[in-house]
């Protein structure tokens, strides 16, 4: 018998709970779809399995899963983090166990590790599983409420994208465990005996080991039955574990709102729900748009809701077949190795089961003539899809695309891997190719069918509403259930901060009500502004006009910034390749190493010549530098030309150590910090974390470091020497240390949030003890930033639009047991604005609700790549970029002679 990771996880909880207090309740997290399970839908694999070996999966391939879906996964982890972490004595061997990819499995295996060492053997804890009492567990004591509410700003009216879910009457969901006599490990098989007993429970969601129902039967109830293939008689003991709270019901209620998008025939793509009926055609660019939904249930402190978000799937007209012709057009002489370059990575649809695969080969030696064995009868492609689905398929040589997937199979312990091949002919590529990624002419028309307005969003919520009352499946689904969903969207209070004053040389000016001071930028002093008197310039020969109209440009603005900038050494070479530039950089810096800039023309988008740059003056040779595109300098239109430079100028003068506006911070002897990581795509190099800290009282000025980390590892384990390098570099500036430490995390998902508090945060703390070993150590404010997020918000006037920068929202659609709020910072001029969540994990400083959301917001206007207000502040966003520019080109940690520039803008 084995269990899915969600099982495991509520198992050890479970058996955590049996050795440090009393018999308990085991719980299941596989599937909650009612009986639904069906076998591998991969149809056409090359090498099937007989039916009693085929891997049982859910309708949606294992995506329905209560232990997995929307936020389950998160939950489960810190419910099972929290209650192991009780057990085990040592906490740095538990903080070390978990991090973004690798990290759930690390925790897996230390936490059943765990378990045989209070359980023995998994054989013994099978056995004491059965010997368990589930006897009505006594509902736990509540948890309070958290209030983390703010005062300042004026109300306003908003709406959100979240449907109240209220309960008819006192209806609730009553959580049994299910035992057979004769013992059953088939899943499938308990599936269908449990069915066979609906007439007597009533509805039902099994996952094979427990039900849910919303009845109450005894505690202990008995049914027999019999198998219809067998004519064996089974007894089923329905044992009752518990009413499930609100706080517990997430997995389940999203695999509920599953269904009710099954019935109002939405298919699903990962967590989203799409309807290929509602498809909007874009012939000039063979795509279609598929409108959809991305939903998720949770509770918050105002209750149970439904996230609804809009959202849009992108979907070729044209086969992988006829992709592959027009590459071979292109590319004769190397067909095979372009055409893996192309589809390889890439997820394509099969609209006769509307199901998505990622290509993962493609095997040039197969062809639909190929045969497989499919029920002990050798049968080629051709054949299977005639019977099957009624399609001819016409081109009988085309290769086939390969699908590599590993699945649990019924009395396997380990995952067995499925081959799923493919007809190029059947399929159609999801999202967009490389080439259509850089296509602007397609990028500007789908902005009209992408980009939905706030108006259109809450049409499109209230449309949703009204299907789900005409839809008799859908609206039975909730029924069945006691559920229904409020008759409109929640509508609620918000504040608006206010207006912020924005500080140059000499010069104070407001940003506005949309928060945009890009005219003041560009036409006023700097704050500060470092000389530039020595430094470079390097171009190749065909690009000198550029490199005279730059500095012309330079020349001729320079002065309306504050700025002194003298004429630059010229290199002009006669090759654009990649070690030319090298070579003469290094040698150029090597005799001139009082260089404080050097300026890269470069002949075209080149990232190789562009990592070269970066290599050699992030650590051989530290100098900030700067690349600027040639294509960009050329342009008729010399006013943007102008707007170009200026922005380039602005950009040099951080990076030599100047900074160029401020806002009004009052929080003196304060340390502001930022953090983000970044990860490999190809999970081929290491992760690298980003730390940022600001050095003056103005927070105009930054200390930065890298860490190197394992490959996908989120949570890192070296802030602490991080944190002692910001402390004493904030020292070498003030001659002081801080009182405080804000620190603003960006990167982190809700089920990491323990990790932070309990890992990250007691790095922080003992750093900081080794730098304050006389005195009383700073307070520390530790941030949550999330920006991956689904909320919406909408004002509510005559005309539904975009919030303004500064409106906060701090109840009802906030977690409950969290000290969290929204922040919208940011003007958008298409679209709708997304705005930001930020949790508090952890203040020792005790700052206000208004304290920490003002913060947040003046810092999101101290981005200097950016004459306006950002989604995040700007310690995470220049975190972020330093953690970019290591991880994507650079590949080594920087030069400590750096540390107090801002060279990765």
Wanted: charged share 25%; aromatic share 8%.
């Amino acid at each position: 018998m084995s269990f899915g990771r969600g099982r495991q996880m509520e198992l050890i909880a479970a058996m955590a709970r049996s050795a440090r207090e009393q018999p308990t309740s085991i719980t299941d997290s596989g599937s909650a779809e009612s009986g639904i399970q069906t076998t591998d839908k991969s149809h056409g694999t090359s090498e099937e399995k007989k039916p009693s070996e085929k891997t049982k999966l859910t309708q949606d391939s294992g995506e329905d899963s209560m232990g997995t879906s929307s936020l389950g996964r998160g939950r489960m982890m810190r419910l099972a983090t929290e209650r192991l972490r009780e057990q085990q004595k040592s906490s740095e061997e538990e903080d070390c166990s978990t991090s973004r990819g690798s990290g759930s499995r690390e925790a897996m295996k230390r936490a059943m590790e765990t378990l045989r060492q209070y359980h023995g053997s998994p054989e013994k804890t099978r056995s004491q599983m059965s010997a368990l009492s589930l006897e009505e567990q006594s509902p736990e004591s509540p948890k309070d409420i958290v209030s983390y509410r703010g005062s300042k700003g004026s109300t306003v009216k908003v709406m959100t994208n979240y449907l109240p879910l209220k309960w008819r009457g006192n209806q609730r969901i009553y959580e049994y465990v299910v035992q057979f006599e004769p013992p059953i490990d088939s899943i499938h098989l308990r599936m269908k005996i449990i069915q066979q007993l609906q007439p007597q429970i009533g509805i039902f969601v099994s996952t094979g080991y427990n039900i849910f129902l919303t009845r109450k039967l005894e505690p202990i109830s008995t049914y027999k039955t019999t198998l219809a293939a067998t004519q064996d008689t089974i007894k089923v003991t329905i044992k009752l574990v518990k009413q499930k709270p609100e706080e517990e019901l997430s997995p389940f209620l999203n695999n509920l709102f599953n269904k009710v998008m099954r019935a109002l025939k939405f298919v699903r793509h990962k967590r989203k729900q799409f309807d290929p009926t509602k498809a909007k055609l874009v012939p000039q660019h063979k795509l279609e748009i598929w409108p959809g939904y991305v939903t998720a249930v949770d509770t918050f402190e105002g209750g149970l809701m439904l996230s609804l978000d809009v959202s849009h799937r992108r979907l070729s007209t044209m086969t992988v077949l006829e992709l592959m012709r027009d590459i071979h057009q292109a590319h004769p002489q190397n067909f095979h190795k372009k055409v893996k370059e192309t589809l390889v990575g890439k997820v394509v649809l099969t609209r006769y089961n509307n199901q998505t695969y990622c290509i993962h080969d493609v095997d040039f030696n197969l062809s639909p003539k190929h045969t497989f064995n499919r029920n002990g009868e050798e049968i080629d492609f051709v054949e299977y899809y005639r019977r099957n689905y009624n399609i001819t398929i016409r081109d009988e040589n085309q290769p086939l695309l390969m699908n590599f997937k590993e699945v649990l199979v019924a009395g396997q312990t380990k995952k067995q891997e499925r081959t799923s091949s493919l007809i190029p002919e059947l399929c159609y590529l999801t999202g967009l190719t490389d080439e259509q990624m850089n296509n602007q002419n397609l990028k500007r028309d789908l902005i009209t069918y992408v980009q939905v307005s706030p108006q259109h969003r809450v049409e499109g919520l209230r449309k949703f509403l009204a299907n789900v009352q005409e839809c008799e499946a859908a609206r039975k689904v909730l029924e069945e259930w006691g559920l229904e969903l409020a008759p409109d969207v929640l509508a609620l209070e918000a504040r608006e901060l206010g207006l912020e004053t924005v500080n140059f040389d000499g010069y104070q000016g407001s940003a506005g009500v949309s928060a945009d001071f890009s005219r003041d930028a560009t036409n006023k002093r700097v704050l500060t502004a470092v000389p530039l008197t020595d430094w470079a310039i390097f171009y190749v020969q065909r690009n000198r006009e550029e490199a005279r109209t730059f500095l012309d440009n330079m020349q001729r603005n320079a002065p309306n910034l504050g700025m002194n900038i003298l004429q630059p050494q010229h290199v002009v070479l006669q090759q654009d390749a990649t070690i030319e530039f090298q070579r003469r950089i290094t040698e150029t810096l090597t005799q001139n190493p009082n260089f404080s800039l050097i300026v890269v023309i470069s002949p075209s988008q080149r990232a190789d010549l562009y990592a070269c740059v970066k290599k050699i003056c992030c650590f051989q040779i530290p100098i900030p530098s700067q690349v600027v595109m040639a294509r960009t300098l050329n342009q008729r239109n010399e006013s943007k030309v102008r707007s170009i430079v200026m922005k380039i100028l602005l950009q040099m003068n951080c990076k030599v150590g100047g900074t160029l506006w401020s806002v009004n911070i009052p929080m003196a002897g304060t340390m502001i910090c930022g953090i983000d990581a970044y990860h490999d795509p190809a999970q081929k190099a290491s992760s690298v974390t980003g730390f940022v800290a600001s050095t003056n009282k103005y927070f105009t000025t930054w200390f930065s470091t890298v860490i190197i980390q394992n490959i996908r590892e989120e949570v890192s384990r070296s802030l602490g020497n991080a944190v002692k390098d910001a402390l004493m570099a904030y020292r070498k500036a003030n001659g002081t240390l801080p009182e405080r430490i804000v620190i603003f995390r960006d990167g982190v998902g809700d089920g990491q949030l323990p990790l932070c508090e309990q890992f990250e945060v007691p790095q922080l703390i003992e750093a900081a003890k080794v730098i304050y070993p006389n005195q009383e150590p700073p307070k520390l404010t530790y941030v949550v930033t999330q920006k991956r997020i689904n909320t919406r918000f909408f004002r509510a006037r005559s005309q539904i639009d975009n919030p303004a920068p500064g409106t906060v929202v701090d109840h009802s659609v906030t977690r409950r047991y969290f000290k969290d709020f929204f922040l919208i910072s940011q003007n958008v001029r298409q679209g709708t604005v997304t705005p930001s969540h930020y949790i508090v994990v952890w203040d020792s400083a005790n700052l206000s609700a208004d304290v920490v959301q003002k913060l947040a917001y003046k810092l999101t206007f101290m981005y200097y790549n950016w004459p306006g207000t950002i989604r995040v502040p700007a310690c995470c966003q220049y975190a972020h970029k330093l953690a970019y520019l290591i991880g994507e080109h650079v590949k080594r940690e920087p030069s400590n002679k750096l540390q107090d520039k801002l060279f990765y803008l």
